[in-house]
């Protein structure tokens, strides 16, 4: 009989314990955070296209169109309704799946996402893997040259060098490589063919403004790290000079890298607006714009849901991979 009365002390107890754990607690707040984030989001995509003037239905009918056809395809597309039953169908068919149709292309707006998505993603996620390529040996060779002040004229230059690259837009490139690597010297094509040739001009677009970001804090963090007590250890066991950079100093700097580089391929995501609209790549890029200038709503609300999402997703892996690298992260925000 006297044992009974602890049972709920030891769930409390327990309780407790798990509130306490600093995983469990950086799990929900990353879960609060993006719960309030998606509704943001969608809140966003939903307003922002409703705020766009013009009649879309009488833009994609045309003038000829007889008023009795432009009311019946507005009832169908449900855009006579009020605002509030416009969103909370908006909402209901992001959990079903249902996104709408396309007033201008006359497919749902899920078929053209899956269909255009691959082409967006693949080049976003290219430019990434080129930037880091292009990024991190730059920037490690650079921390190498310029260590304890040496060199520095080529200092000077490098850093020079790439805050202009790293001004120039992404579309600019676009245009310039594709009027000397393309029209002037035929060496590649000015818009896609759909080879594999057609992703270089692109790509290259894409990578060069955030990869110079990243050759600038890789250098800074690895200069960082080689002041540290254990690269100083390394350096009195006499462990070979490519050895100490690249197992101990480089591995050691990424945490810097990991969150930017997280923020830039979000920002690749975003660019490839531009960049699609400049080279004509069929993705989603080109697509928007598109919608956008044709007052098409349910497509433009699927294709800016997708990029937000895209980018909050990115920042919570990046969240993610940081606590698992770094623990002390998760405990400097509880």
């Not at 110079?212 to 200069?223: C, H, K, M, N």
Request: proline share 6%.
């Amino acid at each position: 009989m006297t044992a009974e009365p602890a049972a709920p002390a030891l769930a409390v107890g327990g309780a407790a314990a798990v509130w306490h754990n600093r995983w469990v607690r950086f799990a929900l707040r990353r879960a609060g955070r993006l719960v309030v984030s998606l509704w943001v989001v969608v809140t966003a995509a939903f307003s922002m296209i409703h705020l766009i003037p013009g009649d879309p239905v009488r833009a994609s009918m045309g003038i000829t169109a007889s008023p009795a056809a432009v009311e019946a395809r507005r009832e169908a597309l449900g855009l006579n309704r009020p605002i509030l039953d416009q969103y909370a169908s908006f909402i209901k068919g992001i959990f079903t799946g249902q996104l709408g149709d396309s007033i201008y292309l006359r497919t749902t707006v899920w078929d053209t996402l899956t269909a255009r998505a691959p082409a967006t993603m693949s080049l976003a996620g290219l430019a990434f893997v080129v930037a880091l390529l292009i990024a991190v040996p730059v920037g490690l060779t650079m921390a190498v040259i310029t260590r304890r002040g040496r060199a520095p004229k080529a200092e000077l230059g490098f850093v020079g060098t790439t805050v202009v690259l790293g001004a120039i837009p992404d579309f600019i490139y676009c245009s310039i490589f594709a009027a000397v690597l393309g029209a002037r010297l035929g060496w590649l094509p000015v818009a896609n063919t759909g080879t594999t040739s057609s992703f270089v001009i692109p790509v290259l677009a894409l990578a060069l403004p955030p990869a110079a970001v990243l050759t600038r804090i890789i250098r800074v963090e690895v200069l960082g790290v080689m002041n540290t007590d254990y690269v100083r250890t390394a350096r009195a066991k006499r462990l070979p000079a490519w050895r100490i950079y690249l197992l101990h100093a480089l591995p050691n700097a990424v945490t810097a890298t990991l969150t930017l580089g997280g923020m830039l391929l979000a920002g690749l995501m975003i660019g490839t607006v531009l960049v699609e609209n400049v080279y004509t790549w069929p993705g989603l890029g080109q697509t928007l714009v598109a919608a956008i200038t044709g007052n098409d709503y349910p497509l433009a609300q699927g294709i800016i849901l997708f990029f937000g999402v895209g980018v909050l997703v990115i920042n919570t892996v990046v969240d993610v991979a940081l606590a698992l690298l770094d623990p002390r992260s998760t405990v400097s925000e509880g």
